[in-house]
């Protein structure tokens, strides 16, 4: 093959043709990454307290987009109450008191409590969601009990009131309104008080509004944005990145914290390329960007070894080190040179970490289904060759 300077490249040519069929990409890193950073990020657990029927289901599978409750295989662990979990979230599913026990309501809660204390670091209650129906129009004795007993714990309590039955949108406000009933339910728990208008002090940390469905049993959500940033507030700070992955309501935390996964990826990439790498061997910057993908999945909740097909991830990877492309890099592109530098280095593994964090939002959010990333990581993930030719039309242009 004959080069610009009209010379034989003997070794170009070879690296061209022999690529395709040798990407000897290691996909270690990746899958080392996914589970460094799932044990980095740990796990969420929350505990949904109601009677049976309320909605506590429902509203996780609002959510976390878990559908445990449905298959109903959690873990029992005494009467009443369930562990369900996976790598992000664990859920705590407290069916209220038991009626007709020998014990008070308080007391049946101390001993779930005490149950659960046994278990493990990592399942330990973080907050909780008191549920009670809207059509409820005070909170019980045996509520108030519980609550209390929660805060004794210093457990955080949200309360939520479930199955709120929305009226239509206001056209001036745009605000909902919900039935009088409710509205008084509401004002009695921003202020309760008992029969005699003497003031309780129940110790919940705010009361919110939810929906999962409209009277017709048609999918309607309301509340629920509010309900995942008053649990993030009340996180620990050690949970609130397991939380902001567990839940899949709100996807600016995600884009965030990917954010910040890509940065420190780039600026190790451009410290790995301080010292200007020769193009064909570009395979180091692939485990710093198989890396950086592997904690970007893990962030949408997603596993790398269900995304990409071995045959995937290795083409993915020919095209992180660029292998396949460096021979006939500088042919195609004038001024790029033959060393990968601080800048390109960095700018290779910015633009594919946004492309990978498209994807994975993409996938999390089901627009692209699983079984066809493989096709569509092409479409995300930028080729060796756009960046560099960008950054040396860039070049160019500047001077
Ligand atoms: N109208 C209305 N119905 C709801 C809502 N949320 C749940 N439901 C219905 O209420 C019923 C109970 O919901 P679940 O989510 O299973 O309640 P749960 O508290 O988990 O019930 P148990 O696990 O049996 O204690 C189901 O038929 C739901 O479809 C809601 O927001 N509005
Ligand atoms: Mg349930």
Not at 70 to 95: A, H
Not at 171 to 190: A, Y
Not at 206 to 221: A, P, Q, Y
Not at 251 to 277: E, I, Q
Request: hydrophobic letters at 40%.
């Amino acid at each position: 093959m004959p080069n610009e300077s009209g010379t034989q490249d003997h070794e170009s040519a070879e690296a061209v043709e022999s690529t395709p069929s040798t990407p000897d990409i290691d996909e270690q890193p990746f899958l080392d990454a996914t589970s460094d950073a799932k044990s980095r990020y740990g796990r969420f657990n929350l505990a949904v307290i109601g009677g049976s029927g309320v909605g506590k289901s429902s509203l996780v599978n609002a959510v976390f987009g878990r559908d445990w409750a449905k298959t109903g295989k959690g873990l029992p662990v005494t009467r009443g109450v369930q562990y369900f979990n996976d790598d992000s979230l664990g859920i705590w599913d407290v069916e209220g008191f038991e009626i007709g026990s020998q014990l008070r309501p308080r007391e049946q809660l101390k001993n779930h409590l005490a149950a659960i204390a046994k278990h493990d670091a990592d399942r330990q209650i973080a907050v909780v969601w008191y549920c009670v129906k809207a059509t409820d129009d005070r909170l019980t004795p045996a509520d108030i009990e519980m609550i209390r007993e929660l805060d004794d714990e210093g457990l955080p309590v949200i309360l939520v009131v479930t199955k709120v039955d929305w009226g239509p949108r206001n056209p001036i406000t745009g605000n909902r309104s919900v039935p009088k009933g409710v509205e008084e339910f509401v004002e009695w728990l921003q202020n309760p008080v008992d029969e005699n208008d003497v003031a309780l002090n129940i110790p919940y940390r705010c009361v919110i509004l939810t929906s999962t469905r409209d009277r017709n049993g048609k999918e309607s959500k309301h509340g629920l944005g509010e309900l995942v940033a008053e649990t993030l507030a009340l996180a620990p700070e050690d949970e609130k990145d397991a939380f902001r992955i567990a839940q899949r309501l709100n996807l600016p935390w995600k884009r965030d914290m990917a954010r910040t996964v890509v940065a420190a990826a780039s600026a190790t990439a451009a410290g790995a390329a301080a010292v200007p790498v020769p193009v064909a061997d570009a395979a180091v910057l692939a485990p710093i960007q198989l890396g950086m993908m592997g904690r970007i999945a893990t962030i949408y909740d997603l596993e790398i070894k269900t995304m990409l097909s071995a045959g995937a991830l290795a083409q993915v990877g020919v095209q992180l080190a660029g292998r396949a492309l460096a021979s006939s890099l500088f042919k195609l592109i004038p001024g790029a040179g033959s060393v990968i530098n601080a800048g390109v280095a960095a700018a290779l593994t910015a633009a594919t970490g946004e492309g990978w964090t498209r994807l994975c939002e993409q996938v999390h959010t089901g627009k692209i289904e699983l079984d066809k990333v493989n096709d569509s990581v092409g479409d995300f993930v930028p080729g060796f060759l756009d960046v560099i030719r960008k950054m040396a039309e860039q070049k160019v242009s500047r001077s």
